[in-house]
């Protein structure tokens, strides 16, 4: 007790601001459930486990821990249920799910020596108790970010809904017996709340759905607002929401019932906003309801909501192909094969960084460096070494918490079976099941997402864009000593040339860390070969030992079979869908084929020309990123999986790729500028500077006949880049109070559309990328989503148009070697688009392959290599 006082100087009591971390180690994933307990400095309020504790003293010098640990609790199997008092799963007063249940011991322990003080205790200062009790109340900091939600995306309150309105045209909904108003299907059918008009819903990428009547409604009236018939109910059982009493229900109770009834109906009915082209809340929907004479409380659920149906689907042959489900599956344990735990939709994060930490450069060399700390991050001293040079706070530090990551996965620490949870009756024998309870990157997900608007939500993510934004930040974090950038080992060099009609060329190179591949569905090798492209004289298209397994004309052959069953009403199974297949060589070979590029402006000829490109690449990396471009924009401009003509809009189909285990890529290798070429002259002054956009006459007219003022007119054309006479409006409306909107209009390049740019950063993109690609692109927004991708692509005269070999990569030297490399790890993704779905990691590991889905660990019997979104090639050694 007496060290305890003579150390009282570095207990603080926490204020409300103080971020406290109690539930995990700040440098290691031990938890107070860990074997030695939980140690929170009663200074800096940061937690670490019985392995690093001493760390933080040698470091800091604080000497008093408030010491957390949880132990299993011996329970009966008999136990009675708990009465729930919150609408709610696995919360304090929410429904049992049968978590194990832990007793929680507390103590006091002043190091270096470990004195050890019961809390509470009364012989305690009254200082220490004070700070222990708000420690103990206040939020801990890792579950501030934590989401207890049942679907992927929370739902929010549509402002359509509040501002319904409703046509009196005397519609009466009965309660049954639905059809559409516009052919004969009775199923997946849509009310739409204005005019109270029945239609069918979208149609599936399968065939099978409705025929698009809704949605093409919505389009024809812009009557904003549908409610899924039979996805109404006010039967908390039957939507799978159990809410438990005693049989003594007072009056309170059963208004309590009614109120919850209410409240589900609304959170559990699939309503759906099309402006918005979501599921959203509707708050009056019980009201909205009774406008057509339906009393909710009558109906019954009968059909599945669109959550519902996308997890249906998820369920068909792609998704258990890709996670294996439904095989025995062998678990693996320890170094190298740990899980990481889902957070809600981080499984584009897990994917990654089993990927990225099973390559040798983020787990086996060894460097240390100042504040860059890499590699070996398993080995406790080097563990020790990366918390040695953090910060004061070490969970806002990338090192650390990579270094956290890499240790979590690759030292077999927490790769253990986990024990049973049912087996509570004697905690000593737990018997230890196949599976383990992996580790949660909450510390790293906080770091990395911290400086970007998208990953740091709980919304679904892209895991290309997740990777390169990850690479950029180990990136700067290595600025200037490039030798101990681990990343460098996915970066190579690209070289575009063009050649002008002159005959003479310019040389664009530029850096990349993945290799962006278009998918050429016109050689899918089950289409038939009766027409192929010139790609293949160039390339001879050489069918392997493999692509005999597939059918030739088996594509065909399902679309006509598809459209006789369509005739005859008839539905094609899941595991009847014929998708295209094509082969990863024909991918390569489209990206080093010659493409025109139309628009671009030569200094030579001085006018726009029609050049041709053609792409090779200057190094050859460690390690080859490939992306499979599986996404394509669509209407809405949200990116949808790679679709075919033939269906409809807002649908896709997979593409499966035939992806070898190896592959030689040494003849996409640039030679460079070759003897006899002539470079296009360097681009005059004048020549740099962009054209003057011009304002529409006829937007300008018909906007002058309702009054407005003819620079004005021009002004709102020219800033809306002449998109039309509505958008024109708008601008001016907006901005009839500008004190320049009386300014002449300036020579210079007029800014691009700020809505378009508003569009590309909601992509995920830079702003000052996006107006680049705008002004590269003329505005349009598809060609600049394709520039940001492959920046000569889409050219004009802007200065993007590179005219000569002057534009160099950066110096800093780049991996090279042979073009041989052998297939290590595939990111595969199952689902609709980049915002949802689920993403799983395959990779070969000790000559086998191993599948990690979030914590799931184990043997791959039967890796869906043709299925790929990434792949990840390692370099041969030559």
């Not at 990863?584 to 020309?609: G, I, P, Q, T, W």
């Not at 780049?814 to 490399?821: E, I, V």
């Amino acid at each position: 007790m007496e060290l305890l006082r003579a150390n009282l100087s570095r207990v603080r009591i926490p204020e409300p601001t103080n971020r406290i971390y109690k539930h995990e180690c700040c440098i290691s994933f031990d938890t107070p459930k860990s074997e030695g307990g939980l140690y929170i400095d009663m200074n800096t309020f940061l937690a670490f486990g019985k392995d690093c504790v001493g760390w933080n003293f040698e470091k800091t010098g604080n000497p008093v821990y408030l010491h957390i640990r949880q132990t299993r609790k011996l329970v009966c199997e008999d136990r009675p249920l708990k009465k729930p008092t919150l609408l709610a799963i696995g919360v304090d007063g929410g429904f049992d799910n049968n978590e194990t249940e832990y007793e929680e011991t507390k103590n006091i322990v002043v190091l270096p020596d470990y004195v050890t003080l019961p809390f509470p205790s009364v012989e305690l200062p009254e200082k220490v108790r004070l700070a222990v009790d708000a420690i103990l109340m206040a939020e801990g900091a890792e579950r501030k970010e934590q989401v207890a939600s049942w679907t992927a995306d929370k739902k929010h309150i549509s402002e359509y809904t509040l501002n319904l309105q409703q046509l009196g045209n005397g519609v009466i909904i009965p309660p049954s017996g639905w059809k559409c108003a516009k052919c004969d299907k009775t199923e997946n059918l849509w009310l739409n709340l204005t005019d109270g008009m029945i239609l069918c819903g979208r149609r599936n990428w399968d065939g099978s759905g409705g025929n698009n009547h809704a949605v093409e409604h919505f389009k024809e009236t812009g009557y904003p607002v549908a409610v899924k018939l039979g996805t109404i109910t006010a039967d908390l059982d039957a939507a799978g929401i159990v809410f438990w009493t005693d049989d003594r229900r007072t009056e309170d109770k059963q208004n309590l019932l009614i109120v919850v009834s209410k409240i589900g109906a609304v959170l559990l009915s699939d309503v759906f906003s099309y402006p918005e082209d979501e599921s959203v809340l509707d708050p009056l929907l019980a009201q909205h309801l009774a406008f057509f004479g339906i009393d909710f409380s009558s109906l019954q659920k009968t059909e599945m909501t669109t959550a519902e149906r996308e997890l249906d689907q998820n369920t068909n042959f792609d998704w258990n192909r890709i996670q294996e489900s439904g095989q025995d599956r062998e678990p693996l344990f320890g170094s190298g094969y740990t899980g990481l735990v889902n957070l809600g939709n981080s499984c584009y994060l897990a994917a990654t960084m089993q990927v990225v930490f099973s390559t040798r450069s983020f787990c086996s060399r060894s460097v240390y460096h100042s504040s860059i700390f890499w590699m070996l991050y398993y080995m406790t001293q080097s563990l020790k070494k990366a918390f040695e040079a953090a910060p004061a706070d070490p969970t806002v530090d990338l090192n650390t918490q990579l270094a956290k990551l890499a240790h979590g996965l690759l030292s077999g620490k927490y790769s253990v079976p986990a024990p049973e949870k049912e087996d509570s009756t004697n905690v000593a024998n737990a018997t230890p099941i196949d599976k383990q309870e992996g580790i949660p990157p909450r510390m790293f997900k906080g770091v990395i997402a911290a400086s970007h608007p998208e990953f740091s939500t709980m919304r679904q993510q892209d895991a290309l864009e997740f990777f390169l934004h990850f690479i950029d930040q180990v990136e700067r974090v290595s600025a200037g000593k490039p030798e101990f950038d681990p990343s460098t080992s996915f970066k190579f060099g690209i070289e575009e040339r063009l050649l002008c009609p002159s005959g003479k060329v310019a040389y664009n190179r530029r850096h990349d860390y993945i290799l962006s591949l278009s998918i050429p569905l016109h050689l899918a090798i089950n289409k038939g070969k009766a027409s192929l492209p010139a790609i293949c004289l160039r390339f001879p298209f050489v069918l392997s030992d493999a692509d005999v397994r597939y059918n030739p004309d088996e594509l065909e052959a399902f679309h006509k079979s598809k459209a006789e069953r369509d005739t005859q009403g008839k539905e094609v199974s899941t595991d009847e869908i014929v998708r295209p297949r094509v082969r990863l060589v024909d991918c390569l070979r489209s990206f080093v084929a010659e493409e025109e590029v139309h628009d671009f402006y030569s200094n030579e000829l001085k006018a726009k020309v029609t050049a041709t490109k053609t792409a090779r690449l200057i190094s050859f990396p460690d390690y080859l990123v490939l992306h499979m471009r599986k996404f394509v924009m669509e209407a809405g401009w949200v990116p949808k999986k790679l679709v075919i003509p033939f269906f409809a809009l807002f649908v896709f189909l997979d593409v499966y790729i035939d992806v070898p285990d190896t592959i030689d890529i040494s003849d996409m290798r640039s030679k460079g500028i070759q003897p006899g070429e002539e470079l296009l002259p360097e681009p005059a002054a004048e020549d740099m500077a962009e054209p003057k956009l011009l304002a529409d006459d006829d937007i300008v007219s018909q906007l002058v006949s309702m009054g407005f003022n003819n620079l004005h007119c021009e002004k709102a054309a020219i800033n809306t880049s002449n998109a039309g006479v509505e958008e024109a409006m708008n601008w001016l409306l907006s901005h009839m109070d500008d004190a320049d909107i009386d300014a002449p209009i300036s020579q210079e390049a007029q800014s691009v559309d700020q809505s378009k740019v508003d569009t590309l950063v909601s992509f995920g993109f830079q702003e000052d990328v996006a107006r680049k690609a705008l002004k590269a692109s003329g505005g349009d927004i598809e060609k600049a989503t394709d520039w940001i991708f492959n920046p000569t692509n889409v050219s004009s005269s802007s200065n993007m148009d590179v005219s000569s070999s002057s534009t160099s990569i950066a110096d800093s030297p780049l991996p090279d070697g042979g073009g041989a490399y052998r297939l290590m790890g595939i990111v595969s993704h199952i689902g609709t688009s980049t915002q949802c779905g689920h993403y799983v990691a395959h990779i070969n590991k000790d000559g086998q392959w191993v599948i990690f889905n979030d914590e799931k660990v184990g043997v791959s019997k039967n890796p869906p290599k043709d299925m790929g979104y990434l792949y990840v090639f390692e370099r041969l050694n030559s």
